[in-house]
Structure formats: C-alpha cells, structure tokens
C-alpha cells in the first residue's frame, strides 16, 4: 500500500514538473515565432523602438567628433539624419555624406534677413541639399512679405522648410532683435496658404504655443511638427496632454474637422540634441506614443514614412 502511495505520489510529482516544462516551452515558442514574425514582415506590428527605421527631421551639423558619433547612431538606431548645415560647410558635409552612404541629408541653414539667402538656396540645391533650416530669430515675423522671394525659391526648387517656432535660446552679452513673438506657430499658415506646394516643418511644437500650433497643423495639409526641445521633458509626468491637445481622429469627421487623418500624422520625430543625446530623444517619443495608444500605422509614418516621402528617400 505505501509503495503504491509513493507510486502515485512520484507519478504526480513528474506530472507537475512536465506541466511546468510545457508552459515554459510554450512561452518561449510564442516569443521566437513573435520574433521570427517580426523579422519576416515587411510591416512589423509593433517593431522595436530602437531599431525600427526612423528619420531624425532635427539635427544640427558640428560639434567634436560629430560625424563619427552620428555614424554610429545611424547604424545602431536604424535611423537617416536630416541635418541642418551652415553655408560654409557645405563641402565638409558633402565630404561626409559621400564617405557614410545612408546617414546624412542635407538641410541648409540660412537666415531669413541675409540679403544673399535666395543665391544661398540655389547653392544649396545644387549641392544636393532637399531642405532649408532651421529657420530662426528672424528681424520680422516669418510672414512678413519681405521673406517671400525665400519661400518662392523653396518652393520653386522642392526644398522642404524648417522654422523653429516658440521659445528661443539667449545669446548672453549680446544685443539681439529679434524673440519669441517673431516666430509664433499661426505665421506659418498664412506662408502655407501663400506658398501651397511647399512642405513646412514647426520645430518644437511652438512652446507654448501648443494649442496654436496643433490647430494650424490641422488644417494645413503640408505642414507638421516636430516635438523637440524642453516640451517632452517638461510634460514628462503628463504624456497625455499631447493627445489632449492633438485630439482629432479617423472617427471625428464634420463639416469644420477634415475627415480620414490621424491627429498625430503631424508629428514627425527629431531629436535636436547632440549624438550622446540621442537615445533619450528615441525613448521620449516612444512614451508619447505609447500613453496616447497611437496606431502602427500612424507610429510608422511619425518615426519615418512622412519624411521619407518628402525627401524623396527611396524604400
Ligand atoms: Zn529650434
């Protein structure tokens, strides 16, 4: 009787133990089909942050050891930078650009009140670049008429825009003319409404100017944002408040709110940091996503597709 006993209870002892093993075996199998699915598929569900592909829509040339350090970002995070240039350093650029295939596309940065910003953009454009930027501190508003011989050349030559919108850094001991005000987020619909075939990208969302922003963005077919600079940082405990402010769905089609869009196809990824920085802008942006439960198919065009469109890159 005993031994029976003991029989039984080594019976269901190895039972309990190939209960274990199986579950075990289940889950490891599900995570290497999910795996194997994923790398299979030409449009994964939900790739991994960082090493989906992605364009940087905000980067700015210079720096020690910057070429090298982006280099390696690029391969390690899947991602193409759209990097803002200075005029005199087009051929170090060009330089870079032809050693590293696949990392670097040019965006010029020229000032909106140099006299020679039209022939700059010409330059520019024969180097390659296929976007002016990031504009800034203008003496003007951006929609001042004086800047739109500018914006006519853009948009003549198919060169996407950046303007920096909100909030600007100090230059400490130095007189300047220009601030904030010159460069509120609303001046940018009536340069879209003026020039209708150029694509305009806000930097920073306009902080503060959120609100604003979102509202030009949303009837503004070319234009979209980035959300660089203080704004994730600040409203870190609050990820939500992005999908507060950028509100409109699929679902919400009126008269007075155009139909079929996604709110958050306006939002295009950047980091406007330097390389060492570059990881945190990446996990930032994946929280924001992830708080306001934003579609892949949306996901896919704010970390890459909307850029790639404009700037022509090839699949
Ligand atoms: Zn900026």
């Known amino acids: 009787m005993k031994r029976i006993e003991l029989f039984y209870q080594s019976v269901l ?15 490891l199998g599900g995570v290497a089909a999910s795996v194997g699915g994923a790398a299979a598929s030409p449009a ?7 090493t989906r592909r992605k364009i940087d829509a905000h980067y700015h040339f210079g720096g020690e050891g910057f070429i090298e350090a982006t280099v390696a970002n690029a391969k390690k995070y899947n991602t193409i930078y759209l990097t803002s240039v200075p005029y005199e350093k087009i051929s170090v650029f060009k330089a870079a650009q032809e ?45 001042d008429p004086a800047y739109y011989p500018i914006y006519e050349k853009a948009q003549e030559l198919g060169l996407h825009v950046m303007f920096h919108t909100g909030i600007v850094n100090w230059r400490i001991n130095r007189a300047e003319f220009s601030g904030m005000d010159h460069m509120r987020p609303a001046y940018l ?101 992830n708080a306001n439960n934003i579609p892949e198919d949306v996901r896919e065009l704010c970390w890459y597709g909307t850029m790639a469109k404009i700037l022509g890159v090839e699949e």
């Open 189 to 289: 619909d009536l340069i879209m409404r003026r020039f209708p075939k150029l694509t305009i990208q806000g930097a920073h969302l306009g902080n503060p100017w959120y609100e604003e922003a979102a509202e030009v963005a949303r009837w503004d077919p070319n234009l979209y944002f980035d959300l660089t600079g203080s704004s994730l940082l600040k409203k870190d405990s609050d990820p939500e408040f992005w999908g507060r402010i950028l509100w409109w769905r699929p679902s919400v089609g009126s008269e007075h709110s155009p139909g079929g869009a996604h709110a958050f196809t306006k939002i295009i990824f950047g980091s406007d940091e330097r390389p060492e920085g570059f990881l945190g802008n990446i996990e930032r942006f994946e929280k924001v996503l």
């Open 99 to 143: 050693k590293h295939p696949g990392v670097f596309i040019g965006e010029g940065r020229i000032q909106l009140d140099d006299p020679d910003a039209v022939k700059k953009i010409e330059g520019f454009h024969r180097a390659g670049f296929k976007a002016i930027g990031e504009l800034t501190k203008p003496l003007k508003r951006f929609d």
């Open 13 to 27: 002892r190895i039972n309990r133990w190939a209960v274990v093993l199986l579950v075990v075996a289940a889950l």
């Open 44 to 50: 994964p569900q939900s790739p991994d942050q960082l």
